[in-house]
């Protein structure tokens, strides 16, 4: 390939792999963390409704109706919320806007594989901190010790691929115990079981809080994610939005997401269904030899006592069945496993089976 015309930083880089869209008939796909039901029909609604000679025109720049959704929601201001092209758009905003300085950023070692991608992207200095061995945040780590101090602070919450999440006072230690620098806490997953950290905003300056509606709300294809915290940190993720797309939401995304918002009866019935899944497909893999680490996501992360990680993702996949499987240090035989229908987790149990018996 000829690179003679890349800058020095496009050749450092190591993009992030996003999951596989595979165009394979009758496959079961377990492999994105997407939601295994549809939106509400309000959300389809309010889009169809939506469909008219108004595109021609641009949407509210600054997403006003849905933001103030939001602040009734979290019980916060207006002006506590900023919202954006998913989360991973939010979190590349915050990088350079709030964790972009001389001390390294933290982060866990096995975690959301973009943190790295945005430290490369932006040239800023980071710092990886083991989990433990059963695969948990090491509070104490994250705390700062003598001249050893962060310039920002992120993490999963629950943690992806683990599944595994803090408490909330656990939370509160790391934000209270680094005044000096902001701690975001990305909570992509917070609605299948964990604790949000976003009651907290009110007391501490330094935290940001992310979410997105493309897991719980079942909205991936509309690409909508926010961040809350105090409005001086929400005032810098706008100066940096509107210095690179004052438009970030489109009219179709913006009136989507506010129809999901106020349609808490779906939410809440398909948030539960979930939940309700990964427990049954948590039991049926314990069953057949897997060590499933305990998940608060809409996946688990399960490894088999006797069988290779790679081997069965590649068995899983001959048979139409489609799962995840990272290839780096002390998880490369573990495999996350979208939560997914019932008739889809039972038939991915079937298939292992199959495989396992074989």
């Not at 905003?93 to 790295?116: N, V």
């Not at 101090?149 to 999963?156: E, H, N, R, S, V």
């Not at 990305?186 to 009110?202: H, M, W």
């Amino acid at each position: 390939m000829d690179d003679r015309y890349w800058s020095p930083t496009v050749k450092r880089l190591t993009p992030y792999v996003p999951g596989e869209q595979p165009r394979i008939p009758d496959l079961i796909k377990l492999n994105t963390n997407e939601h295994p039901h549809g939106p509400s029909p309000r959300v389809l609604a309010a889009i169809q409704a939506e469909l008219d000679e108004r595109l021609r025109l641009y949407p509210d720049p600054e997403a006003t109706a849905l933001r103030h959704e939001l602040a009734q929601r979290h019980g916060v201001e207006i002006d506590q919320v900023f919202v954006g092209n998913g989360s991973d758009e939010v979190l590349a905003f915050a990088f350079q806007a709030l964790l972009g300085h001389a001390s390294s950023i933290w982060f866990p070692d096995i975690t959301y594989s973009f943190y790295p991608v945005y430290c490369t992207l932006y040239g800023l200095p980071h710092e990886t901190v083991p989990l433990t061995d059963d695969f948990r945040l090491p509070i104490p780590a994250f705390l700062p010790r003598g001249e050893r101090t962060a310039g920002g602070i992120i993490f999963a919450n629950p943690n992806a691929p683990t599944g595994i999440a803090l408490e909330l006072d656990e939370v509160e230690r790391i934000v209270a115990g680094n005044p000096q620098c902001v701690v975001l806490v990305d909570e992509a997953y917070v609605d299948f079981g964990a604790q949000s950290a976003i009651p907290l905003v009110k007391r501490y300056s330094n935290l940001l809080v992310v979410q997105t509606f493309s897991k719980s709300r079942a909205l991936a294809g509309l690409r909508v994610g926010y961040a809350i915290g105090q409005a001086p940190l929400i005032e810098a993720l706008r100066r940096v939005k509107d210095s690179f797309n004052s438009y970030p939401l489109d009219r179709l995304a913006q009136v989507g997401a506010l129809a999901s918002l106020q349609d808490e009866a779906h939410f809440e019935a398909m948030r539960l269904d979930v939940i309700a899944t990964r427990a049954s497909l948590a039991r049926g893999l314990e069953a057949l030899g897997f060590e499933v680490l305990p998940s608060q996501a809409n996946f688990v992360f399960a490894r088999h006592r006797e069988r290779s990680g790679a081997e069965l993702a590649r068995s899983l996949r001959e048979r139409k069945v489609l799962v995840r499987r990272f290839d780096q240090p002390r998880i490369a035989d573990f495999l996350r496993i979208t939560v997914g229908t019932r008739e889809q987790c039972a038939r991915l149990l079937e298939v292992l089976v199959e495989i396992l018996g074989g």
